[in-house]
């Protein structure tokens, strides 16, 4: 395989199939040509900067899947990039955000700036520990944009309706109106004489049945007055929600 042709295959592909995006800061020219050839042969399209200051000009123009960061840097440092990135951009609000730096040994350096970055590794690295932790890193973006996303909300009883005025000719409509209008005249009938004979289970049945048709067929007026069981008043709601 062709160096070409290496870098054309994308082992982390976005969920819609094309290549993800990473913004690398690094300011040793070395360093920074070895470790863009190695994300781009795993198949990442990289823009690579010389210092934190041009990696959050770049975070702030552009969407990126991986944000990876120098700490030692010229003008601004990765500490500094990585923090005011995600105080600044919502938009990178489910993008993981690494360190590459040689300062990892430092256990107590390391514990000044971790709270900065979601990982790190340490420099210089391999292809073998880039590959594991850009895996975890596009594992993390992908489960904390699913958690993101807004679910949708359930269709509505009026989305219903007017669905299914919409799919059925204007005739069908208007024969299912109309059954629906004896029907509820019915059930107005069987409330009221419930009441005249204090059967409340009836009555209670009666009302049930009542509001769930009317909600059904967008009687909203009926399904209130059903709640409250006045007959007297329901029987002329009915008749006008027939006639409308």
């Known amino acids: 395989m062709t160096a ?3 870098a054309r295959t994308v082992i982390f592909p976005r969920p819609d199939g094309k290549p993800r995006r990473v913004l690398y800061a690094e300011d040793q020219e070395t360093s920074r040509v070895v470790t863009k050839a190695m994300l781009e042969r795993m198949g990442f399209l990289v823009d690579a900067v010389e210092d934190g200051e041009l990696a959050l000009h770049a975070a702030r123009n552009d969407n990126y899947d991986v944000i990876l960061l120098d700490i030692e840097m010229p003008v601004m440092d990765g500490v500094t990039a990585a923090r005011m990135i995600r105080a600044e951009l919502e ?10 730096s040689a300062f990892l ?7 000044i700036w971790r709270d900065a970055f979601d990982s790190a590794l340490p420099k210089p690295t391999t292809t073998r520990e880039l590959f594991k932790v850009m895996h975890a890193a596009v594992t993390s973006r992908d489960t904390r944009a699913k958690a993101a996303k807004p679910k949708q909300a359930a269709p509505s009883m009026t989305d219903y309706l007017n669905a299914l005025k919409t799919s059925l000719p204007s005739g069908l409509w208007r024969r299912l109106s109309a059954t629906a ?7 107005v009938n069987v409330l009221g004489a419930a009441q005249q004979t204090n059967d409340k289970d009836l009555c209670a049945e009666a ?10 067929f967008g009687a909203a007026k009926v399904a209130e007055l059903a709640r409250n069981a006045e007959v007297a008043v329901l029987r002329r709601e009915v008749t006008n929600w027939a006639m409308g």
């Open 181 to 187: 209008a004896q029907d509820m005249h019915h059930l």
């Open 91 to 100: 938009h990178v609000a489910s993008t993981p955000i690494l360190a590459l």
């Open 207 to 216: 009302a049930r049945k009542l509001i769930q048709m009317a909600t059904t």
């Open 4 to 6: 070409s042709s290496a």
């Open 105 to 111: 040994a430092d256990s107590t350096e390391h514990s």
